[in-house]
């Protein structure tokens, strides 16, 4: 079990304790009866804490050469390849949700429930959010991309920033400019391509796993991924 997830509170922590001594045990009785003796004390932990330290580098050496293995095997470029993919089809995704919105502005507004009274305010606004869906798309999934790359600090500010803009923007926009519906649609659009563009920047950095590579697209990683993100998709919806 990955350290962070064993270690994330302390009932994970406290259950996986149990399991490892409840294996020691059976481990234990598995040896012959002559050696138990022996073995007892190291499947307990019950020895000098100075070889416990030992024990503690060795372990943590084994999954740094562990890492490095996987990485000399060839899924980092595998790994770059899929992301580049991703965030290209993501981007025509973007570009495809914009056209289709503005082509079928009043349907889309009816179905995101505007009524006569509220049908043209609904319209302004989608036409001034429309032309940032591919903004929107990509800064959600490259935030989980940064906080998987060992950067959740730099995705929580890029968030708050994100935000921060968006409220000044939109009071510009709306109170000082009088630009009204579309406006704050607008301001909203551009906080997010900010935080869009933070993401991005992160990524042509030295110090990311992920890295921008040519790639030949891949269809079949997608059959065993939509339907892992099918539900989460339906509830978004």
């Given at each position: ?34 050696l ?10 019950d ?5 416990r ?42 570009l ?82 009088n ?14 391509l900010?935080?869009c563009?933070?993401?991005?920047t992160?990524f ?11 790639f ?11 339907p ?9 919806l």
């Amino acid at each position: 079990l990955p350290t962070p997830i064993k270690y994330y509170n302390p009932d994970i922590r406290d259950a996986y304790r149990e399991v490892e001594q409840f294996s020691a045990h059976k481990l234990l009785h598995m040896l012959p009866e002559a050696l138990r003796p022996s073995f007892d004390p190291l499947l307990r932990e019950d020895y000098d804490p100075g070889l416990r330290t030992l024990v503690k580098a060795a372990d943590k050496l084994s999954a740094h050469i562990k890492c490095v293995e996987e990485l000399g095997q060839g899924n980092r470029e595998h790994a770059n390849r899929l992301f580049s993919q991703n965030l290209v089809l993501l981007a025509i995704i973007g570009l495809t949700i914009t056209a289709l919105v503005l082509v079928f502005l009043e349907p889309f507004a009816l179905l995101l429930g505007a009524e006569e009274e509220t049908l043209g305010y609904t319209m302004s606004y989608l036409r001034g959010l429309a032309p940032f869906a591919i903004c929107f798309i990509v800064s959600y999934n490259l935030e989980i991309l940064v906080k998987t790359d060992g950067r959740p600090m730099l995705a929580i500010l890029t968030v708050c920033i994100g935000c921060l803009t968006n409220c000044v923007l939109d009071y510009v926009a709306i109170f000082v400019l009088n630009w009204g519906a579309w406006g704050a649609a607008f301001a909203t659009g551009l906080s997010q391509l900010l935080t869009c563009i933070i993401y991005i920047t992160h990524f042509f950095g030295k110090h990311t796993t992920f890295h921008l590579v040519r790639f030949r697209p891949e269809g079949s990683i997608y059959r065993r991924l939509i339907p892992i993100g099918l539900a989460d998709g339906v509830t978004e919806l």
